[in-house]
């Protein structure tokens, strides 16, 4: 994997740059839908290719359960069990661990889990977890982490960055003694925790630059933190990582999110919101997010965003897909998701445009002007 | 409406005909995939047409109730409200208020029922569904009728079908009323009931036939009585039927259904068999239906069906089908519905093709003795 940084924007930190993998090149900054269990819920490969998708996410967490990385490694690897030719990334499972299964517990040696699925008892070790995420074969991988909780007593902070980073380092040791064993040459990044205390992310930051990955991921933030603690964070953050080297916000987050943390110098997202919220009707146009379950769209005509060129805009009407989250036909989800999708992998793409011609700051304005309007009806959130 | 009879099989009763409408040509046997609510269930109009789809079939009662005649009338009619340019049929919604509702009280005048989904009271009588459908705008729109349950007692069985003869003729005459008042000309069909009794599937369909419509079709068919009771009752009704009109036969239904009933001269077919069991995993193939749910798929890394060129088929192992299913992701009962229904109306393109070239005795021959091999495994019974 190479990251060639191309242009950046006079106005902020923002940069466009470009990341080449085995399986083609990314221009940044990019969004990557989640693909948790092998698939971007109710999408296929072509519908995410037609929404401008040039990587995606993968979940090491659900796949090592369900079918287990070894089927996947006979089947072709992630790229050829899921038909995607292009490239992917896979977190660590470390989030999940943390977040879905039970009665976890935490060692030096790595992490005790039940499956949220048939409670059955798993470790994983950093070790262990290379050794999965080398039978699934993304592009991108990362090492095992442990994700704080929001908030979190410094000294627990303190201890599990510690571990985490020498986590990092058994990660990057096994990594390095797998390499050439998967079916193509694999990048490893590092994953900067510290919860929200500058010290400790600084102390991680710079002790994971010096381990030398290959790309640099902040984990542990929009998950409950004020955004002004997120933002000083991130820059903080970003003040320690090299500039030649693509940065990664791990599980964010709202198109605000993503615009701030472009102009703070990020370059790749991730996150189930435009998924997620796709399924519950949630769908985001350039002038807000709106509910389409709510009653004002059932005579609707027009198409859920204008400027908006995916399949569901070009096709239907809000009234016809209001009609379809109400009476629980598939479709409904099925072509939100295909819109969130499209309006997230746009929006990177918006970004990039403007960061190239050197005019983020008055795009974002432009943009947040005309978003923020209706979203101030809050109908989402009913 | 026009109906073109184009060729006929030398070994049996096939036709291989054209009806003629608004929306365009429909070569018969034809396999109309069912859009209960306005959509076949996980499909776009984009993927029932690159399916061969040229007919779908709306269902009055379900669009009765959600989103209302009236709301898609305004919206373009069914046409217009799911973006579907090609033609449609409606139902009567008789069917469904026999089958779905509660609390039916059935009057010479029509039937009161109360709704599936809120309990409201409603009635339809044969003029209010003329009006409905009229609103709805298919091209091709069917009467309100009795659909006698399996088995029926000869008396009530006779009352019924002269009562749905009557309505049949109220049908007609608000038809006429009706004319020229929606989007586009509309034909209308009979529907030939009668139970299981020979005298009065003869009866009844003789007396259509003197009302003159523009098609016929075969209820009450395919609800539980023997296959041989169905064969027979075909053939008698369809005796009585003219040679120069569509006949469809409601609600049929599997592979070797359609095979029989187009060799007894059938035409038109419509069933939720397909996405039905599609959204199931019970997967339709040249070699018979497999369950996709079935471990002996876990790691099969051949397509459904080596010889079907669906996107599914083009795209999937059944390794990975499997695990969509398995892990109750949504991409699974997409995907079998998108096959399943490629399966069905390819099915249909087939017996066009065997027909105009006079071998259908041969082709069905063919045809199930490779289909009914692993049919025998039962396993989607399981």
Partial sequence: ??????????????????????????????????????????????????????????????????????????????????????????????????????????????VTFQS?????????????????????????????DECTPYPCAYEYAEKS????????????????????RGRHPQALFGIVQGSTYEDLRVENAQALVDMAFDGYAIGGLSIGEPKSTMGGLIDLTLACLPEDQPRYLMGAGTPEDLIDAVGRG???????IPSREGRNGALYTQNGRININNARFKEDPAPLDETCSCYACRTFSKAYLRHLYHTGEMLGPRMGTLHNIYFFVGLAGQMRKAISEGRFVKWSEQFLMRYRTEKNRKECDQ
Same sequence: chains 1, 2.
């Fill in 1 to 110: 994997m190479t990251f060639e940084l191309i242009s950046k924007d006079p106005g902020s930190k923002a940069r466009f740059g470009r990341i080449s993998t085995p399986h083609g090149d990314i221009d940044t900054p990019v969004f990557m839908p989640v693909g948790t269990q092998a698939t971007v819920k109710t999408l296929t490969p072509e519908d995410l290719v037609a929404a401008g998708t040039k990587i995606m996410l993968g979940n090491t967490y659900h796949l090592f359960l369900r079918p287990g990385h070894e089927l996947i490694h006979r089947m072709g690897g992630l790229h050829g069990f899921m038909n995607w030719p292009h490239p992917i990334l896979t977190d660590s499972g470390g989030y999940q661990v943390f977040s879905l299964s039970d009665l976890k517990t935490i060692k030096e040696e790595g």
């Fill in 161 to 180: 960055q510690a571990m985490t980073l020498r986590w990092a380092m058994r990660s990057k040791q096994r990594f390095s003694e797998l390499e050439g």
């Fill in 116 to 144: 949220h699925i048939d409670g059955a008892r798993h470790l994983f070790t950093p070790e262990s977890v290379m050794e999965v995420e080398t039978a699934l074969g993304a592009d991108i991988i990362m090492p095992l």
């Fill in 266 to 272: 990020l370059d790749m997202f991730d996150c189930v």
